[in-house]
Each structure stands twice: as structure tokens, then as C-alpha cells.
RNA sequence: AUUAUUCUUGUA
């Protein structure tokens, strides 16, 4: 069963999830008794192929067949539930793990807690955050990055900007995916200068910016009126080996037009074609 | 310990 668990974990990284899911219903088949492992895999797997109904089909026979979920599986299903949409759903579900007596841990409160911001329900997400830390646990990166970024999704980057400060006093490590959201942000908002300032402090700490950050800041350069600086920039990026896309080329001629710089654009139309990025 | 959690860019 182990060496069925595993395939079908390996199956379901490789993203070949008609395969697993196959290969779940051979394991049936031949009358192996599928555990919480294979029915996490399983739960998982189904979900992420867009079919939250038969994961929770799955849940419930795992159930029926008297093999009693585990905060994996719980977890697992709070966060397929969430990313489908279904936060009160998902909400249901870690209320019932809950009831039936399965600590949630970090990872189902980070997991629940990122769901809440995606929905835009940060008031929720900060009476979680408070129920999480009463009972021990320590927020981590992860709890750090999903709550910086369900405040970026409210267009609450200064709040977002303040739990930055709060997580490196509680000496927490920044991530990549930290300086990503918090850069967003600061664009989102044509805060340009801001967001460059926290580009340059994610490069002293040795992170590389790839191909979507720079584009990120390309075009929030563009949008708050510097095209040429987002020009500059997009010629810098290839010594960090990020070569511009057809996203990039369009976000600069756009901003080029905005601003009447027709000639400028049209050359770089051509400068892209060349460079053998064609058009979308 | 074979399983779960965070960022994914351009447009009319």
C-alpha cells in the first residue's frame, strides 16, 4: 500500500492527475484497503483538478469506510474547499475537525487563514490569527505571507507594510514570496518608490528577482508614469537572467503609447520581433 | 514520515 501511496503521490507532483486518479481506482480494484495517506493523495489530487465535489464524495467514503480523517486530510480538504471559492465551506469543515476532536495545527490555521484573505474576510482572518496564537502556536513565514497578502488584496498595504516590521522584530525571515506580495502591493498602488526600495533591500539579501516581479514593477512603473525607468528596467533584467516576455514587451508599449511616445513603441514592436517574441 | 499551507505579472 505504501508503494501505491507513494506512485500515487508522485503522480499527482508530476501533475499526470488522470493517472493517479486511475491508478486510485486499480488500488480499489485489487482490493487494497486505501488509507489516510492514499486518501489525502486522492483528496488532493481531484482538487486541484477543479472537482471539489468528488474530493468531497472521497472524504465522505473514506468516512463511511471507517477510516477516520486526519488533520492532513482535514487540511487537505479546507484548502481544496477554499481555493474552489467555498470559504464557508471550508469554514464548515474546520469548525467539524474541530468537533470531532482533530487539533488543527499550524499549517490548517496558515491554510485557513490564507483562504480568509482570498475572500476578502481579513476581519475574520485576524480573529483566527488571535485564536491561533492563544494556543501556542507562533506565526511563521507562511502565516506572515498570507496575511501580508490578504491585506494587499484589501488595498491595506500600510497595514501589510506594519506586520513586515512586526516580523522581522520577531526575527521571522523574509522569504522571496515576501518581498513579491509586499512589492505588489506597492505597486498596486503606484507606490513606486517605495517598491523599489524593497527591491533593492530583496537583492541585498541575495534573493533573485525573476521573470514576474520584474514585470510586476515594469508595469507599476508604467502605470504610475515612469515608462522610461520600466524601459530601463526591462533591459536591465536580462543580467539577472530573466529574459522579457511577450507580457513585459506589452506592458512597456502600452505605457509608451499612454504617454504619446508612438515612435518609441512601434520600435520596440519591432526590437521584440526580432528578438523572436512574437505578438499575442 | 509515502501526504496538507503563502506570492503568479500585461489588455479594451
Redesign the pocket.
Known amino acids: ?2 508503494t ?3 506512485l ?3 503522480l ?2 508530476a501533475g499526470e492527475l488522470q493517472d493517479a486518479y486511475e491508478l486510485f481506482g486499480e488500488l480499489k480494484a485489487k482490493g487494497l484497503k486505501p ?7 486522492v483528496i ?1 489530487i481531484v482538487g ?1 483538478m477543479g472537482l471539489v465535489e468528488e474530493a468531497c464524495i472521497l472524504f465522505s467514503a473514506m468516512k463511511e469506510a471507517g477510516c477516520k480523517p ?11 474547499l477554499s ?1 474552489a471559492g467555498y470559504i464557508d465551506r471550508a469554514w464548515t469543515l474546520f469548525r467539524e475537525m474541530k468537533e470531532q476532536g482533530c487539533e ?12 480568509l ?2 475572500a476578502g474576510e481579513m476581519d475574520e482572518a485576524r480573529n483566527l490569527l488571535q485564536e491561533m496564537k492563544a494556543l501556542g502556536f507562533d506565526m ?7 496575511m ?2 490578504g491585506l ?2 484589501a488595498d491595506q498595504v500600510d497595514e501589510a507594510l506594519t506586520l513586515f516590521q512586526e516580523m522581522k522584530d520577531a526575527n521571522v525571515v523574509a ?7 509586499l512589492i ?1 502591493g506597492l505597486c498596486q498602488e503606484s507606490r513606486v518608490e517605495e517598491a523599489w526600495e524593497l527591491f533593492q533591500e530583496m537583492r541585498e539579501k541575495k534573493f533573485v528577482a ?7 514593477l ?2 507599476g512603473l ?2 504610475a508614469g515612469q515608462v522610461s525607468r520600466g524601459e530601463t528596467l526591462m533591459r536591465q533584467m536580462r543580467s539577472d537572467g530573466c529574459v522579457p ?7 512597456v ?3 509608451l503609447g ?1 504617454f504619446g511616445r508612438y515612435e518609441d513603441a512601434r520600435k520596440l514592436y519591432i526590437e521584440m520581433k526580432e528578438r523572436g517574441c512574437s ?2
Not at 104 to 115: E, K, R
Not at 245 to 251: G, H, K, P, Q, S
Open positions: 500500500l505504501i501505491w501511496n507513494t500515487l503521490y508522485a499527482g507532483k488509507d489516510g495517506f492514499t486518501y489525502n493523495a488532493n486541484s486526519d488533520v492532513y486530510v482535514y487540511s487537505t480538504l479546507v484548502n481544496r481555493k488543527p495545527n499550524l499549517v490548517t490555521y496558515n491554510t485557513v487563514i490564507s483562504g484573505g482570498k511563521d513565514v507562511i502565516t506572515y505571507n498570507s501580508m497578502d494587499r488584496r522569504d522571496r514570496v515576501t518581498y513579491h506580495i505588489t525573476d521573470l514576474i516581479l520584474y514585470n510586476i515594469i508595469a508604467c502605470r516576455d511577450v507580457v513585459t514587451y506589452n506592458t508599449i502600452g505605457g499612454d505578438p499575442d
